[in-house]
């Protein structure tokens, strides 16, 4: 909540350091115990790792320090603290294997800071199944739901926090299973520094306990330990992330720009360490050999009368292309 008197707001300003070493200090002593077993740990509900909104993952991900937009929801909650009017969001997406993802999200400023909510629903199809001599043992169905709702607020003239709480329920066949997780985020605003203006982010994403699927064994769900610096120059975005999985475990580096020429059209490309698999090479007609640019992301965008269409466009080798849609609605 906003602090109303004037005498406690400036008390607040002057000590937004305070608040951000605080932040770091009770995350780290959360997050303790789970680095000491991070070695012997393995996963479930992997559909977290998934990007949502055409913008964020034509970016290559790079999204941990970005603000204002109604998919910080997925990436960064504390991102939703900048936004000046309330948004909708949707995306739909068709991933490897005739995979679907879909996702909805809404945020909406108050003078008590900003509220939000979401729903992500990932639908794989029709599986083959089969038993222990690889024979066909007829068709089953796996699907995923995340819903969460957010609020974020900012913490004198630099500082912005903000959190998630999430339920998750994932089906294969008849088995089920269903768990809590929570998202803390931060971002940092340091002004005009240079031409342009860096944010730099922090946010621990789907902490919670472990998941079993019909009463089997439990496993941990996908902690992501993320920090990023962006920069905004004129109508230039630059965001540079470096997200840790200490159950995977694995780490990888995003890298993003976004480019509007003019306020109509955006631009964007990614490049996104996890999921490189093998070098860029020219194939055998001197061209780039498209099933090489695993980790590369493309994107454009088109703002008009309120309303932001966006494309991103994913490389991924034998597995097909990934392509996202998504309409958000500012008003």
């Known amino acids: 909540m906003r602090v109303e008197e004037r005498g406690q707001r400036m008390e607040t300003q002057r000590e937004p350091g305070v608040c951000l070493r605080g932040f770091a200090l009770s ?31 034509g970016m290559g991900g790079a999204f941990t320090a970005v603000s204002g937009d109604v998919n910080s929801l997925f990436w960064n909650p504390a991102g939703l603290a900048d936004l000046k009017q309330s948004q909708l969001g949707a995306m739909s997406s068709v991933l490897a294997a005739d995979t679907n993802l879909n996702t909805l999200g809404y945020a909406q400023p108050t003078k008590y800071g900003t509220f939000g909510a979401s729903a992500l629903y990932l639908d794989q199809g029709p599986l083959d199944g089969r038993n222990a001599s690889a024979q066909p043992t007829g068709n089953f169905n796996a699907s995923d739901f995340a819903g969460s709702v957010a609020y974020a607020n900012k913490f004198g003239k630099h500082l912005r926090l903000g959190t998630n709480l999430k339920y998750i329920h994932s089906s294969i066949a008849a088995d089920a299973g269903e768990d809590f997780a929570l998202d803390a985020g931060a971002l940092y605003d340091f002004g005009k520094l240079g031409p342009g203006t860096p944010v730099l982010g922090a946010m621990v994403q789907n902490l919670g306990p472990k998941m079993s ?76 050999d498209v099933a090489a640019l695993n980790g590369f992301s493309f994107g454009t965008g088109l703002r008009l009368d309120g309303f932001d269409f966006d494309y991103s466009f994913t490389p991924q080798g034998e597995l097909g292309d990934a392509q996202r849609f998504s309409l958000t609605a500012r008003f």
């Open 27 to 57: 995350v780290f002593f959360l997050l303790q115990p789970y680095f000491l077993t991070s070695l012997f740990a393995d996963e479930t509900a992997a559909f977290l790792k998934i990007g949502v909104g055409a913008r964020a993952v």
């Open 213 to 288: 699927m019909g009463g089997g064994a439990a496993s941990y769900l996908p902690t992501t330990l993320a920090t990023g610096l962006s920069y905004r120059w004129r109508g230039l975005l630059a965001d540079i992330d470096y997200k840790s999985m200490p159950y995977a475990p694995a780490s990888e580096v995003d890298a993003g720009l976004e480019f509007r020429p003019i306020e109509l059209i955006a631009l964007r490309a990614g490049y996104d360490r996890s999921t490189f698999s093998e070098p860029l090479l020219l194939n055998g007609s001197g061209g780039i």
